[in-house]
């Protein structure tokens, strides 16, 4: 849109600004078919296009013209007439086609001061000469121009072929039919005069909007009446309305001087809430010929609905909470906080000062008297010539009473929020009551959040836990069967309305809708167009109030919605998701996009260059975008999905942004879809990308590792190769030192063992020497004693001089000398001693055959290292024999003077 700052763009989600290199303002503005954008602007005018990151961008077309033109003071609207772009200045139109080639320069003899394109016919108003065509290159004055020559044209439309429809700007609203000019609707002549008309559009319904200077905007049927009118308090915010546009949606955006409106057309919905001049959350209403009461928090409103002009009055004394509005009896009467009231002449006039009167309950079985529900427990009220008049306090039942509804049988079944329900019965004299109450004993899941609703002339009762019904048979509450095919079993219901269509209005906790009534008697649910009432109905005290068939009126938390359900509920509209941005999250220099892209000559909100493809470096990406649907565009969801990271698309979320962060190399597509406020689904959007692998992942550095690992392999082969050799020569030499090693030992075992053997038998020797020189001793000692023996008895046998004593120790001394001579002793000596000494004896006989027993037996006592006197005693000779035997033995031996025959025996 075009404004003082520049060109305004609105994606859905976010407001864009595209100024002009030199800062001035932009007045009008067209997108072709084609996407581009062009505009006229103080001292300019050319087009938008995407740059090549999808920003748009302006291209002017003003250089292009001459010199002499190029100074023109402002550029006020712009057409595209077939295949022609007409700029309109102040001085001339630059006629362009749409490769920007100029064509022609028109320049209108009358300065024009504004522009209009009427079936491909180019009107131009001209100060002092009225209206002018633009024909054949030139310009000239239109037949029924000059009637408009002292007035200011704000709009031209084609009724028919024969017929235009032409607004003034302070004259009026004129109709031309042939060469006849006529005022176009003379009721409402006057009105459109005073407010100033600025713009006039035809809307696609066939409606006329206008957008005026003081009234703000006016709807108008084909006639000129006024079906809508939307000022400051009643509507919109500016009640001067610049210019209009509507959009494919159905949405008529309205320009201020300062700010911009939308305006949603064709809705079954409106709002009467405090910029329509109903201040306060509403409660009950009641519609009654041509007036509408509307109660709210802060009182009670009417107005007459058959005049558009009229505004919201307060009917007077009514300050506060006004929970129940009804006729009765040809009686309005409010129930108020302050207590209960009847309206007369736009004043509240007070009937009983019991306060809270909640709920009015016409009694069937009572003709003329009406039971009231309040916050202390019941009244009852009757029928005079004056209206309804309060009688009495029924006695009896002290509840809170706030809904209530009377059976065919006249019980009254009132419900309390949180106590349960309660059956009564009026006494005769209708002076108190009697009450039966009712909860989980008797069927109800709970005595909390129940109500009491007459549907389908039956009563049913909500719980939180679904629908119920009262059988009579049995004496207590059941699960209802109605409406069970349209909703799960345990709904909790907060609101029921019935019209006289037998259309079912309700809200619960999960959606708002209707059930419309067929012929058949079945049911059609709508409640996709209701879904913009979400969280705007009052959170309590919910109401829904019908009007008229079709017609009803939601109580919300500022005032009411009016829903007409003979409008059409809902079109399907295509609409698209768009990206807006996409960018790296960790650098500066992050945008990849703006969502626009060129194809060809032609602008596309989709992906053309899909070979986008991001460092790794820039794994982190931020992707946004909206979906350009108005109606409750605030609340439309998205889903996305990234293929190749996510297993399909998330939650539904109205974020309009999804950053990924550590992408891992390879191929993605983002896929992102919008459900509207109605639960329509867009079309899906796409935008593909590659993140590229690090340079240590990408096919050369893979190739380069290849051949490194070829290298590396033959390198390490070789390295293994050489180290196996070399091990394999260590392990040689060890096994062969090893073997040396074994060898060795082997060896020095054998040495140990030899030298064990070698111990064992100097062990043995050892021993055998000890046996040896025991038996030496033994012999040494026992030749001693027999030679001491044989001494003394040899001084016996002297010294006596008996023969016979002399002839008997001689006998004994000759035996003894016997014994001592004896071989027995030396034979086991020798054996012993050989075994000893190595065979010394039989090796010394053999060597020295010469030898006598007597010089055998030397030489084994000379080995033995026996002293001179032990061997005199072994061989019973004296040490002098012994000295001359050793004498005698060395001769034999032939040893020389020097040789010691002693250590010459032990070495042998």
């Excluded at 030992?745 to 064990?756: A, D, G, I, P, Y």
Aim: charged letters at 25%; glycine letters at 6%.
């Amino acid at each position: 849109m075009a404004n003082n700052f520049g060109l305004l763009e609105f994606d859905g989600t976010n407001w864009n600004k595209y100024s002009l290199e030199s800062g001035t303002k932009c007045r009008d503005v067209f997108v072709d078919t084609d996407g581009k954008i062009y505009i006229a602007a103080q001292g300019d005018f050319g087009y938008y296009i995407p740059d090549e990151l999808g920003k748009l961008t302006f291209v002017s077309l003003a250089d292009s013209i001459p010199d002499k033109k190029r100074n023109f003071d402002e550029a006020w609207r712009v057409f595209k007439k077939n295949d022609r772009l007409l700029f309109c200045t102040f001085d001339d139109i630059f006629i362009f086609n749409i490769s920007g080639k100029l064509l022609n320069i028109v320049d209108p003899e009358t300065d024009p001061d504004n522009f209009f394109l009427v079936n491909h016919q180019l009107y131009l108003n001209q100060i002092g000469k009225g209206l002018s065509v633009m024909e054949n290159g030139a310009v000239k004055q239109a037949d029924f121009g000059n009637f408009f020559k002292e007035m200011t044209i704000s709009g031209i439309l084609e009724i028919t072929n024969n017929q235009l429809l032409i607004s003034t700007l302070k004259s009026g609203v004129f109709l031309k039919t042939g060469n006849t000019i006529s005022v176009w609707n003379k009721q409402n002549q006057a009105i459109f005069q005073a407010s100033n008309i600025n713009q006039m559009i035809r809307l696609k319904s066939g409606e006329i909007a206008i957008g005026t200077q003081n009234e703000g905007l006016f709807i108008l049927d084909s006639r000129g009446n006024i079906k809508m009118q939307l000022t400051k308090g009643r509507g919109i915010e500016n009640r001067t309305v610049l210019s209009l546009f509507e959009d494919i949606q159905g949405n008529l955006w309205l320009g201020h001087n300062n700010g911009i409106s939308s305006v949603t057309l064709n809705s079954p919905f409106e709002h009467l809430n405090e910029q329509t001049g109903l201040p306060g959350t509403g409660y009950d209403a009641l519609l009654l010929r041509d007036t509408l009461y509307l109660g709210t928090n802060n009182g009670l409103y009417f107005k007459n609905i058959q005049n558009k002009n009229a505004t919201f009055q307060k009917v007077k004394y009514t300050t506060g909470q006004v929970y129940n509005i009804e006729h009765l009896h040809n009686s309005i009467v409010m129930g108020h906080h302050s207590g209960t009231f009847s309206i007369e002449d736009g004043e509240a006039k007070i009937l009983s000062n019991i306060p809270g009167t909640w709920t009015f309950l016409d009694l069937k079985n009572y003709p003329g008297y009406v039971l009231q529900g309040n916050y202390k427990g019941l009244s009852l009220f009757k029928e005079s010539k004056n209206g309804l008049e309060f009688l009495h306090k029924l006695e009896g039942f002290e509840e809170s009473s706030r809904v209530m509804e009377e059976d065919e049988e006249g019980n009254i079944w009132m419900t309390h929020g949180y106590k349960g329900v309660y059956k009564i019965k009026l006494s005769e004299d209708l002076k108190s009551v009697k009450s039966e109450y009712y909860g989980k004993e008797k069927g109800l899941p709970s005595k909390v959040l129940i109500n009491v609703w007459r549907l389908n002339n039956n009563l049913i009762f909500s719980t939180e836990s679904g629908l119920y019904e009262y059988n009579k048979k049995e004496d207590r509450f059941i699960k209802s069967s109605f409406l069970s095919e349209y909703f799960p079993e345990n709904i909790q219901f907060v609101s029921f309305a019935e019209d006289a269509l037998g259309n079912i209005y309700f809200v619960n906790t999960t959606e708002r809708g209707v059930l419309e009534k067929s012929s058949n008697g079945n049911y059609k649910k709508h409640t996709a167009v209701f879904n913009q009432l979400r969280n705007v109905l009052n959170d309590d005290l919910h109401n829904i109030i019908t009007l008229e068939a079709n017609k009803v009126l939601f109580a919300a938390k500022e005032g009411f919605i009016f829903f007409d359900n003979s409008i059409q509920k809902l079109q399907d509209i295509d609409f698209n998701v768009i990206f807006t941005k996409v960018s790296f999250s960790n650098s500066m220099d992050s945008i990849l996009t703006y969502g626009r892209e060129m194809k060809g000559e032609k602008v596309s909100f989709k992906q053309i260059n899909k070979g986008i493809e991001i460092p790794f470096k820039e794994n982190s990406i931020r992707i946004e975008y909206s979906a350009p649907y108005m109606n409750g565009q605030f609340q439309n969801e998205y889903q996305y999905w990234l293929k190749n990271n996510e297993e399909g698309y998330s939650e539904w979320s109205v974020r309009t942004a999804k950053e990924y962060t550590n992408l891992k190399e390879g191929n993605y597509i983002f896929h992102v879809r919008a459900k509207n406020i109605h639960g329509q689904l867009s079309n899906i959007a796409t935008y593909e990308f590659t993140i590229l692998p690090p340079w240590y992942r990408t096919n050369w550095a893979y190739g380069l590792y290849i051949f490194l690992g070829l290298v590396s392999s033959i390198l390490v082969f070789l390295f293994f190769e050489l180290r196996y050799k070399k091990k394999t020569e260590i392990i040689t030499e060890e096994k062969e030192k090893e073997i040396t090693r074994i060898d060795s030992e082997l060896k020095t075992s054998e040495e140990k063992l030899e030298h064990l053997k070698n111990e064992k038998l100097k062990s043995e020797i050892k021993l055998k020497n000890k046996e040896l020189a025991t038996s030496t001793m033994h012999l040494i000692n026992k030749n001693s004693f027999i030679n001491s023996v044989k001494s003394n008895l040899n001084n016996i046998a002297k010294r006596s001089k008996n023969q016979e004593v002399k002839h008997e120790i001689g006998r004994v001394v000759q035996n003894i000398d016997r014994n001592i001579a004896a071989d027995d002793d030396w034979e086991h000596f020798s054996i012993h001693f050989d075994q000893v000494h190595g065979d010394f004896i039989k090796r010394w006989q053999k060597d020295y055959p010469g030898l006598s027993p007597q010089e055998m037996k030397l030489s084994a006592y000379l080995r033995m290292n026996l002293s001179t006197k032990e061997i005199a005693n072994l061989l019973n000779i004296s040490v002098r024999g012994v000295e001359i035997a050793r004498y005698r033995l060395r001769k034999k031996l032939e040893l020389e003077r020097a040789d010691n025959l002693q250590e010459f025996i032990l070495k042998y």
